[in-house]
T-cell receptor, first 114, second 112 residues
C-alpha cells in the first residue's frame, strides 16, 4: 500500500515555542491531506483538511492561527503548532488521500510541551 | 457524516474468529464503510473497505447487510498481535471532502 511518513516521530518543546510537523506521501501524490489529534485513550479527532495550493479547512473549535497548515506540494503538508502550551501535548497524525480515494495514515508525531 | 456505534471492548483467545459489529443507521447512499486498526502510538492502518454485501481480503472479511445500517468486520483465527483498537468509519469515498470521522473504536484484546 501507499506510504505516508511524518517527521519528527516525537518532539519535546518548551511552552511558548513553535513546532513544525511534516507529513509526506512517499510514493504517491496527495491533493488532500488531513490532520488529526489524539489524546491518550481517546479516538482520533479531525483538526483540518489540507488541500494543495489552497487554504486549509479547519474543523469547528480548532484555532487556525494556532495550528498553521501549509500544503506546499502534492507530497508535503506541514502543521505548525504556534506558541505551544502543555495542553497542546498530544499525538498528531496525518493522512493522505490517493487519486483512487484511498486514505493512508502516517505513523504519528508525539508532541510533549513542557 | 454518519455516526457509528461500536462495542467499546471485546476479548478473544488465540485462534478464534472475531466479529466486530458497527452500527451506522444514518448511512448515506454514497457512503462507503472502512475499517482501520490502530496500535498504541501508531497511526491507523487500513484493513478493509466495502459498499455492500461481502468483501474479503487477505486479512479480514467485511459483511454488509442489504439495508447497510450495520457492518461486521470478521477477523479469522486471531493472534496476540491482533490486539488493537479497531475503528469503523463511514463516509463518501469519491468526493473532495472525503474526511473521515472516527468513532470511539473497539479495543480488542486477544488472550493466549
Amino acid at each position: 500500500g501507499a506510504v505516508v511518513s511524518q517527521h519528527p516521530s516525537w518532539v519535546i518543546c518548551k511552552s511558548g515555542t513553535s513546532v513544525k510537523i511534516e507529513c509526506r506521501s512517499l510514493d504517491f501524490q496527495a491533493t488532500t491531506m488531513f490532520w488529526y489529534r489524539q489524546f491518550p485513550k481517546q479516538s482520533l479527532m479531525l483538526m483540518a483538511t489540507s488541500n494543495e495550493g489552497s487554504k486549509a479547512t479547519y474543523e469547528q473549535g480548532v484555532e487556525k492561527d494556532k495550528f498553521l497548515i501549509n500544503h506546499a506540494s502534492l507530497t508535503l503538508s506541514t502543521l505548525t503548532v504556534t506558541s505551544a502550551h502543555p495542553e497542546d501535548s498530544s499525538f498528531y497524525i496525518c493522512s493522505a488521500r490517493t487519486v483512487g480515494d484511498e486514505q493512508y495514515f502516517g505513523p504519528g508525531t508525539r508532541l510533549t510541551v513542557t | 457524516l454518519a455516526k457509528t456505534t461500536q462495542p467499546i471492548s471485546m476479548d478473544s483467545y488465540e485462534g478464534q474468529e472475531v466479529n466486530i459489529t458497527c452500527s451506522h443507521n444514518n448511512i448515506a447512499t454514497n457512503d462507503y464503510i472502512t475499517w482501520y486498526q490502530q496500535f498504541p502510538s501508531q497511526g491507523p492502518r487500513f484493513i478493509i473497505q466495502g459498499y455492500k454485501t461481502k468483501v474479503t481480503n487477505e486479512v479480514a472479511s467485511l459483511f454488509i447487510p442489504a439495508d447497510r445500517k450495520s457492518s461486521t468486520l470478521s477477523l479469522p483465527r486471531v493472534s496476540l498481535s491482533d490486539t488493537a483498537v479497531y475503528y469503523c468509519l463511514v463516509g463518501a469515498r469519491r468526493t473532495n471532502a472525503g474526511k473521515s470521522t472516527f468513532g470511539d473504536g473497539t479495543t480488542l484484546t486477544v488472550k493466549p
